[in-house]
DNA sequence: ACTTCCACCGAAATCGATTCCAGAACACTA
DNA sequence: TAGTGTTCTGGAATCGATTTCGGTGGAAGT
């Protein structure tokens, strides 16, 4: 296995019969260095198959060329396309990705930032779960690295951000609902601890005004990112008195568990109720019929917030931001009421 | 920001009046230490807050506590289980993970394992695109950290190997094809180079052999795990002259891309094709039909891969086995041919 | 009273690289 | 020839922790 006695620094200068300062020198094209030197040591460097150390580098120089990126779930292809998005990013520009998964549990975002920070992370690319949490924000403004907010806004942190229109999205999704005649319209979304959530009812409301409709408060519900509130909910609205004619779900989880209800109710998705999902993923394009999603690029939030990051890191001072636009796309899955038969 | 000084091991020593090497000591409780010392250490700790920095402390031991993890592609719901599986372990024994995305591209496999060898990782959780790759076995052999495979087989490599049972899950599935009348069977699956692409395969010409029936070369096709691949065998497998009336698609991506060339051709799946996904996405069973599988659980895998490394870096020397099973999941997707009408 | 041993603690080396500082070698000018 | 600059190079300090080694003081043994 590794039999490669260790070759640093130490040895190439011995190797090439100068000092470790110089060899130093040539790696990180210093002035002041002859010729007959640099092809001295560049001759032992390669000899040798020198490869300085990055976690001594990172003792010395302060950066561990690590980014920290915090997401709910991982396996949420969601967040998976983020991460992919910014991996392929930082890779390219030297920096490699670690990853956390804080799971629906708010002290586990706290923990995370207090491990990367303390692991010295050059940028830390968050996809937080609450943005009013004390403890993070505390926790945050310790960080003297930059931060980048992956669709979410904490006031007063001094951190860049991507941040989605998804208020554009929602309201054209609404509005076709509405000008196809519904009338009555549910929401499952998320709670307004999360700038998407609150972007979302924002949109929902600022449809229905402009058609004149009164927003039915039994009809939206907001609750915890997660497919088991998206089934409960939607058995919920099924069972009103005056149940919604069409459905929207605020997140994929929600709509994951929306569906799973609405199967096991044997409701005809289209006829009975029209359904539109915030936030695309392929398969939905699958589903008999196919459902109306409010889509934007989940790999271009990752790679924009890793680029974000990179201009900060290279010396940019003040927050940026990035838009990232929505689109509602129509599908089957949306009908004029009452087509029941 | 951070104002916080930089408290080292150094300060503490200062304040409590003794030598760093002391407070060292008492950090790591080694022997020969003085109640009184540790005392006025601790409190000194806790006074000024310290906790030791990892990088030094990786310079000084040569561990980094960072495990990497190599996959094709992370916003792969599959890959994503398994890392989230994986993730959840190591973090709770005090490791950080490193992800990458190879998406594809066999050299990426080399070139992540080399920059995550330079970085030092303890460890590598490794779900390689080819299993006989020179230049990456090359690469791992260098390799001083234990290795764990996901779901692949190296010979001769001193590694550890989480073991899917595809095969039996495979012989089930095909097997209840047979039985219900099916003679025409087509396979999508992925490439030899790939563990779990021979399984499976070798399970599916076990079942038909079972059963006495020959393999059809045509309807078996082999290519790179891609949606796309997917897509256009099923196409060209419908096209045949004697089309299969039973298709079995060995792996994610090949259900994704399979499925929508059926949907495309509008192709009755169940009725006029029977269908089988080998891996799971939940999202199947709410297909029209529900889609038959052959069920892994994806976080286990991730779950044992981390158990494994763990107990490698614990000391255990020989590399071990961690078997997971399958499971044939019979929903509507599958039905007797000729059912068409 | 003198050795021996042990418990305890501090100084310094170490991990591997970078950088500051000082000095050597050489050229050029007055 | 002496003096002044350049240009290049080596030694040593540094980053922050761990660990070896050696030394001190006190207690026990003869």
Redesign the pocket.
């Known amino acids: 296995m590794g039999r490669a006695e ?8 011995e190797r ?13 094209d ?9 092809a ?1 040591v560049l001759a032992a460097v390669e000899e040798l198959g ?13 950066a561990t060329r690590t980014i920290g990126c915090i997401v709910r779930d991982i396996a949420n292809p969601l967040f998976g396309d983020i991460v992919k998005g910014a991996e392929n990013v930082l890779h390219d520009a030297g920096y490699s990705l670690l990853v956390s998964n804080t799971d629906g549990d708010i002290r586990r975002d706290v923990d995370y930032i207090e491990l990367f920070l303390r692991r010295r992370v050059d940028g830390l690319l968050l996809s937080l779960q609450a943005e009013d949490n004390a403890d993070m924000i505390a926790a945050l403004r310790q960080a003297s690295c930059p931060l980048v907010l992956l669709d979410r806004d904490v006031p007063g942190l001094s951190a860049s951000a991507v941040l989605c229109d998804h208020f554009t999205g929602i309201v054209a999704a609404v509005g076709h609902l509405v000008a196809l005649g519904h009338r009555r319209i549910g929401l499952i979304a998320g709670q307004p601890v999360i700038r998407a959530s609150r972007e979302r009812k924002r949109g929902f409301d600022e449809a229905l005004a402009k058609a004149g409709l009164p927003v039915a408060p039994e009809l939206v519900r907001l609750g915890p990112y997660a497919a088991e509130f998206g089934h409960a909910s939607t058995l919920e609205l099924l069972d009103l008195a005056d149940p919604p004619t069409a459905l929207v779900a605020g997140g994929i989880q929600f709509t994951m568990g929306s569906l799973r209800a609405l199967h096991e109710r044997g409701v005809r998705i289209g006829a009975e109720l029209s359904f539109i999902s915030a936030d695309d993923i392929d398969w939905l394009e699958l589903h008999d019929p196919p459902i109306s999603v409010v889509k934007r690029d989940h790999m271009r939030m990752g790679h924009l917030g890793a680029d974000l990051l990179l201009r900060t890191l290279g010396g940019e001072a003040h927050p940026c931001f990035e838009p990232v636009g929505t689109t509602y796309i129509h599908r089957a899955s949306v009908q004029p009421p009452g087509v029941s038969r």
Do not use: C, E, I
């Not at 090439?16 to 990180?28: D, T």
């Not at 210093?30 to 030197?37: E, F, I």
């Not at 020198?50 to 302060?62: H, T």
């Open positions: 260790k070759v640093t620094v130490r040895a190439v200068a090439a019969g100068v000092a470790v300062s110089s060899v130093s020198r040539v790696l990180n210093h002035a002041d260095v002859s010729d007959g030197l640099r001295r020198y490869q300085p150390d990055p976690v001594a580098q990172s003792l010395r120089s302060g």
